[in-house]
């Protein structure tokens, strides 16, 4: 509302935390909407506002977006006899919100309070945004191998260029190991320490072969006979103690004969 003194690049204004004698009794603090400007999709990540006013003696002023606080600034003793034109800023104030404008309602109505510490009469205030599209993470975890036999491991990483990292099991490096069969969860965050995203990798872990020597005959036999035997089949490699490098092997004195299978996972054992 116009109260008198003049008006501000000559549109009339509203006045607020005036004294009596001047625009009568005003509330310390104002607030007016406005429709969201940020396009759909986007988040904001600083706000600057533009104060145009007439104060007659300075004041400091204080905006709040839905509540969130831009800081206080001291408004410029612009005087009250304003001329039409130009029309100057009396007063700036900003703040960066990495991770978004707090309490921000996108696609619709949000409110601008503003207070002030003495008499000020605001033609206009000025918002300017700045925003981006928020971060998408997913991370990529990558096994050294997506299984491995008993007793050995596979290491997992998340990859680089995350600022922070949480395993399922506990861990928070960009990479463990994993000894036991199971579904491994990472979550990450982004560099920002915005947003988060996660992944998993299922590992398994292949049962040892278990082969059984089987001999064809009497394990005690006389001087210049011999004895086969047999690891049995179904293994992709075979090596006895004697050199044989087959599923048998004969054998013409006493003695401890070892086996080593591999089967086809890799995996392998020694038996007696």
């Known amino acids: 509302m116009a109260c008198g003194g003049c008006l501000v690049c000559g549109q009339d204004y509203w006045c607020i935390n005036t004294n009596p004698s001047y625009c009568g009794a005003t509330p310390s603090c ?3 909407t406005f429709a969201d400007p940020i396009p759909s999709g986007y988040v904001a990540t600083s706000v600057t506002v533009n104060f145009y006013s007439a104060g007659c003696v300075g004041s400091p002023m204080s905006a709040t977006i839905n509540g969130q606080s ?3 600034v001291n408004d410029a003793n612009t005087g009250c006899l304003c001329d039409d034109a130009p029309c100057a800023v009396a007063a700036t104030s900003s703040n960066n919100y990495p ?6 309602i996108y696609g619709g109505a949000n409110t601008l309070q503003l207070c002030t510490g003495t008499s000020v009469c605001v033609n206009r205030v000025e918002l300017t945004f700045t925003y981006v599209l928020p971060d ?3 991370p990529n975890v990558t096994p050294s191998s997506s299984s491995f036999c008993s007793g050995g491991s596979v290491g997992l990483d998340a990859g680089t260029g995350y600022s922070a990292y949480n395993w399922s099991t506990g861990a928070t490096t960009q990479t463990i190991t994993a000894t036991t069969a199971g579904v491994y969860t990472v979550s990450v965050t982004s560099t920002t320490g915005c947003t988060t995203g996660s992944s998993s990798a299922v590992v398994n872990v292949y049962s040892p072969p278990n082969p059984i ?3 064809y005959g009497p394990t005690t ?3 210049g006979t011999n004895l086969t035997l047999d690891a049995g089949s179904g293994y992709s490699a075979y090596s006895w103690s004697t050199g044989s490098t087959t599923e048998t ?7 401890t004969y070892i086996i080593t299978v591999t089967d086809v996972n890799g995996c392998t054992v020694q038996i007696l």
Not at 99 to 104: H, K, M, R, T
Not at 249 to 255: D, L
């Open 70 to 72: 831009v800081p206080t």
């Open 249 to 255: 092997t004969t054998v013409n004195s006493a003695g």
């Open 221 to 223: 036999f006389c001087i």
């Open 99 to 104: 991770c978004g404008l707090p309490g921000y």
């Open 136 to 138: 998408v993470i997913t």
């Open 213 to 215: 020597i089987t001999p």
């Open 30 to 32: 104002e607030s007016r």
